[in-house]
């Protein structure tokens, strides 16, 4: 809007002498538009509102929680009171008192009542292995009766309770906030006095399979992009009734399960398989030469690389239909030769297909599970199933959450890079 | 099986009457599930009017810690291992079952005395004895037979790859069974730094030879494939592909590592009363061996035992198929589920860096 003091907004509003132009009912025009498009604003958040709520109650929620698992874990704060308590007011170093013990003790005893002892041990035992059954054996123990002193008594059951690597376990876990699985999650742990170290050479295996992962799923992107770009070009060049049958071609394996599609795979390529078999037969390779194409990173590749094939070509076919081809006619008749012409004019106008493409399944590679459960082995395994094994196997849910949020972290700082570099609205999926 | 939930729970609202109770399993799925289907649930419905609904998961205790932990039980009953039933209830997450209330055996021996030992813990009541085995392929030796673990580990006398599982539970046993440590010494083996080498070691020696299976059904799949000669994995499912299907395969019944699968009711499960009638009527002697002659796991009972017969073909004997076959017992490994909530987490770790490493 023009400003009053403005000299040439005073000429312009000589018409309205009375100020700012108003509407047919006298209200002030920009009051008037901004309402109507506030009403327009509310009818399309209404629109949507179902929508929100349904990302919101059953993504956004869920998600957040499953996170929190991560940095908090009251299983030792919530059910040992007294000796959180001692360890907040006492610093570290400080040497167990009578105090300490005797909280101890109250705790133990009140948590074995409720039936709490194994989340306390459990809790425990992720910092230092072998001491979840201390606490559940100390718990039944202590159930029976316990007098004091309760050092005296507590080191009679077990004399462990006088390691100091428990103590400091305690302690850390007498807050619930921790960064213990974040820690462990980068092959990390906190030793007695509180520093942080590595873990031994032979427990390291997160920052390697993390690597790996980031690894793998960029040699699976290239390899989408080598072996779909010509696809894609051949789909979007081709005349309609041709370029239709070869999209069913691509569309087919796409709309089928993924289960389907990796045990397919292990069919053909195992030992015993179908391409060994031919290999034989045609005596390119001896009866006891077969190779071994699957249950190893190969089979975790092959296997990825056709089931993510089809979120390459797509974005890239999309984009190449729109690609005007006389500019590469143009560029050749001005003395280009094809390669040129290739390079300078039509493979830069399929950089937003290309970035969708590679995005989509860098991203989807990056999670990626049943499939290297199924034919990765022992060195095809990415990160996710670890994740996997920690939600189902051994049930420890905040380093679940820890290696999720860290995988999920890498993914935003990628699409954060890619944003800078390449530009997000640059994108096109279709 | 949720639409059943929705559906059942909508059609008792609808006043069908107050009598149209049901009581929600939780089970493993395939065989194992048919079995307790034929052997519990229908006898139970025909005798109690409770209707039963079947749920598989893939392990059952994961689905039981995560509905106790969101505060929305939907199971009633759920079938877990028994390392899962002392964790959970520990957590404070299952119904203490107390063994008076069990139904005694036929001749009126008390539960407590009738149950095998470990077969009654203070959450959860077990139903089967079922063993990871060893089992090959006959046409792939010609000649002499493996018949021992150690055999599993001799690529040269018995070549062709290995199927194992994908954990340390169920493999750090069988590389010191067969590098010559007795079974009953197993687990103090695993407590020292020196034995967890050793089983490492011992597993070194096939690492290149092994193909790692994840999911019950896979050794089965990989044996009759071909993929593998030899393979560790659940009785029941070789047995089923042996009588079963006519497979080619022989189980050798030496280092079998043996578990037990328990009924346990979850905190604030919706039929808590039909729940426990369930569970005692599921664990009593004729249930327990009328499940036998559908699967070839061995009952928790032993006033079951004499009742085992014939499978459901009519012909097999079930006896010699059985983990539970006395034996068998003398060479086998038992679960130990106080050393695996201590160890569980480390070992695994170890195991999968080592399985990373090349």
Known sequence: MAHASDPQAATSAAAAPDGPLTTADGKPLAWSLARSQARARRRAFFLVLPLLAFILITFVVPIGQMLQRSFYNDGFSANMPEISQWFAENPRGTEPNDAAWTALANDLLASAEERSIGVVGTRINYDVPGTRSLFTSTGRKVRRGIEPPYREALLEMDEDWADPQLWGAMRDASRPVTSNFYLAAVDRTRAEDGSIEQVEPRQRIYVMLFMRTFWLSALITFLTFALGFPIAHLLATLPMRKSNLLMILVLLPFWTSLLVRTTSWMVLLQQQGVINDILVWMGVIGGSQRLQMIYNQAGTIIAMTHILLPFMILPLYSVMRTINPSYVRAARSLGATSWTAFRRIYFPQTLPGLGAGALLVFILAVGYYITPALVGGASGQLISNLIAQHMTDTLNWSMAAALAALLLGSVLILYWLYDRLVGVDNLKLG | ?358
């Open chain 2, 1 to 358: 099986m949720k639409t059943t939930l929705i559906l059942s729970t909508a059609l008792a609202g609808f006043g069908l009457s107050a009598a149209a109770q049901e009581v929600n399993v939780v089970s493993w799925g395939g065989a194992y599930e048919r079995s307790q289907v034929e052997a519990y649930n229908k006898p139970f419905e025909e005798k109690t009017g409770i209707k039963v609904n079947m749920i598989a998961a893939d392990n059952p205790s994961t689905p039981l810690k995560a509905q106790v932990e969101a505060n929305n039980v939907t199971g009633d009953v759920f079938d877990i291992e028994v390392s899962d039933a002392i964790r959970l209830c520990d957590e404070g997450a299952l119904v203490e079952i107390d063994p008076a209330d069990l139904p005694p055996a036929p001749d009126g021996t008390p539960a407590v005395e009738d149950f095998i030992d470990g077969a009654l813990q203070d959450c959860a009541v077990a139903n089967i004895y079922w063993g990871t085995v060893i089992a090959y392929d006959t046409t792939k030796f010609e000649g002499d037979a493996p018949s021992t673990a150690a055999d599993f580990f001799d690529l040269e006398a018995f070549p062709g790859q290995r199927g194992l599982p994908k954990t340390p539970k169920r493999t750090l046993y069988l590389a010191l069974i067969a590098d010559g440590v007795p079974a009953d010494e197993i687990y103090d083996a695993l407590e020292t730094e020196e034995g967890v080498n050793r089983a490492f070691d011992k597993l070194d020696t096939i690492k290149d030879s092994v193909v790692w299976w994840e999911a019950g059904a896979q050794p089965v799949q990989l044996l009759a494939d071909g993929e593998v000669s030899m393979a560790t994995g659940y009785n029941g499912r070789f047995f089923d592909a042996m009588v079963a299907e006519g497979k080619p395969f022989e189980i050798i019944w030496d280092g079998q590592y043996m578990d037990l699968d328990m009924f346990a009711i979850p905190k604030g499960s919706p039929n808590p009363e039909a729940a426990m009638d369930y569970l005692k009527f599921a664990t009593s002697t004729e249930q327990l061996a009328e499940q036998a002659k559908y699967i070839a796991y061995g009952p928790a009972r032993k006033s079951s035992a004499a009742l085992v017969g014939l499978y459901q073909d009519g012909e097999t004997e079930m006896g010699p198929h059985m983990p539970t076959n006395p034996e068998y017992l003398e060479t086998a490994v038992f679960d130990d589920p106080e050393f695996w909530a201590d160890h569980d987490a480390e070992l695994t770790e170890r195991f999968n860096s080592w399985l990373a490493g090349s």
